[in-house]
Every structure is written in structure tokens, then in C-alpha cells.
């Protein structure tokens, strides 16, 4: 079955700075990658989707990528705000319209 | 906007007792998932629905069980709640022909269990 690695130990920056988180997956290349933001005692909500034949998206101060090579993807939050701390989970997508594989998520504090 | 929303944010059982978690989406959705959360296990599905009166299991669902006679409402019933059944529930629903399977969550149940 599919597995997914996010590192388990907190991201801390520095307000302004380029906050990078790691999201890789085993087995098979998914159809879609998908991340999602959590705040402490809410459920996580939907933020950005890359295809496997996408390289890049991107949405206002944020950009995912997909290497489907190395299986893995890249969420970049520029010029970061304390308002950015969350946890944020990687989901991964076959496309057959149903489940999701979820990682546990990175937490990444901001600091001013 | 996608609401989901969920009966209770926290919830105070005892041991034994029958738990009943509701939620509810507006937008029409097909499927239905409800999930627990811990920390260091991530989200774990425990059962899932594609459509009224469909249930599928899903990597947990030992302890509990899932009714759905409305499409809008899908529930989820400890018959027999226990301590280690202290968690996070989160229910989400998604749009079936949008393949992409992008999930839209609820604000989650905290559940207690004495």
C-alpha cells in the first residue's frame, strides 16, 4: 500500500523567510498530490492540487511541486507570516473518486 | 462554500456507553469518510461511504460502525465506547465525479471517553 513520509519534527522560521516542507510517497505515482492546512483542534482544509503531469502550481504566496522521479513534492510558502503556523498534511490521490492517503503532517511555527 | 458540519465540538462518555457522532454535508456530495486523529498516527480512516445505504470499511474499524440513510447525514456509532477510543473524529465529504477526491472536512469531534 501506499505510503507517505512528512517529516515529524517541527519547521521553525523566521517571519519573512521561505518556509519548505517535504512530502514523499512509495509504490506508485499518485494522479494527484494534494496538501492541506490544519490549525490545533479544527480539520484540515484544502489549500492546493497538482497533477502527475504538472511540474509546478502555484496560488498567491504559495507553490507546490511534483517530482514524480524522485516521488516526491515540495510545499513553499513565501515571505512567511506568524498567521502560517499550522500543520500542514500531504494527500495522495489514485483517481479512482474516493480515498486519499494522508501523511501526518509538518508543523511549522513562525517567528517574528 | 462546502459546509460539513458535525454535532458536537466535545464530547464527555463513559466506558460502555453507545456514542453516536453525526455529520452532515450541504453540497451534494456522494462520498462520506469519517477519520480519527492522533498524535503521531495521522488521520486514519475508519469507514467510508459512496453512496446511501453503502459502507465500506476502512483501515480501522474495529469498535465502530456507520449508518447512512440520508446522503447528506452519515453517522458513526461506538456500540461500546472504551478509553482508547479517546480521539480526535473528523468527518469529511467529497464530490464523486471530481476525481481528484479533494476532501472537505468538519471541525472535528474531541471525544472523552471515562
Known amino acids: 500500500s501506499q505510503k507517505i513520509e512528512q517529516n515529524s519534527e517541527a519547521l521553525n522560521i523566521q517571519e519573512g523567510k521561505t518556509a519548505t516542507l517535504t512530502c514523499n510517497y512509495t509504490n506508485y505515482s499518485p494522479a494527484y498530490l494534494q496538501w492541506y492546512r490544519q490549525d490545533p483542534g479544527r480539520g484540515p482544509v484544502f489549500l492546493l492540487l497538482i497533477r502527475e503531469n504538472e511540474k509546478e502550481k502555484r496560488k498567491e504566496r504559495l507553490k507546490v511541486t511534483f517530482d514524480t522521479t524522485l516521488k516526491q513534492s515540495l510545499f513553499h510558502i513565501t515571505a512567511s507570516q506568524p498567521a502560517d503556523s499550522a500543520t500542514y498534511l500531504c494527500?495522495?490521490?489514485?483517481?479512482?473518486?474516493?480515498?486519499?492517503?494522508f501523511g501526518t503532517g509538518t508543523q511549522l511555527k513562525v517567528e517574528l | 462554500d462546502v459546509k460539513v458540519t458535525q454535532s458536537s465540538r466535545y464530547l464527555v462518555k463513559r466506558t460502555g456507553e453507545k456514542v453516536f457522532l453525526e455529520c452532515v454535508q450541504d453540497m451534494d456530495h456522494e462520498n462520506m469518510f469519517w477519520y480519527r486523529q492522533d498524535p503521531g498516527l495521522g488521520l486514519r480512516l475508519i469507514y467510508f461511504?459512496?453512496?446511501?445505504?453503502?459502507?465500506e470499511k476502512g483501515d480501522i474499524p474495529e469498535g465502530y460502525s456507520v449508518s447512512r440513510e440520508k446522503k447528506e447525514r452519515f453517522s458513526l456509532i461506538l456500540e461500546s465506547a472504551s478509553t482508547n477510543q479517546t480521539s480526535m473524529y473528523l468527518c469529511?465529504?467529497?464530490?464523486?465525479?471530481?476525481?481528484?477526491?479533494?476532501?472537505?472536512f468538519g471541525p472535528g469531534t474531541r471525544l472523552t471517553v471515562l
Open positions: 494527500a495522495l490521490s489514485t483517481g479512482g473518486g474516493n480515498k486519499l492517503t
Open positions: 461511504s459512496y453512496d446511501v445505504k453503502m459502507k
Open positions: 469529511a465529504s467529497s464530490f464523486a465525479p471530481e476525481l481528484t477526491d479533494t476532501q472537505y
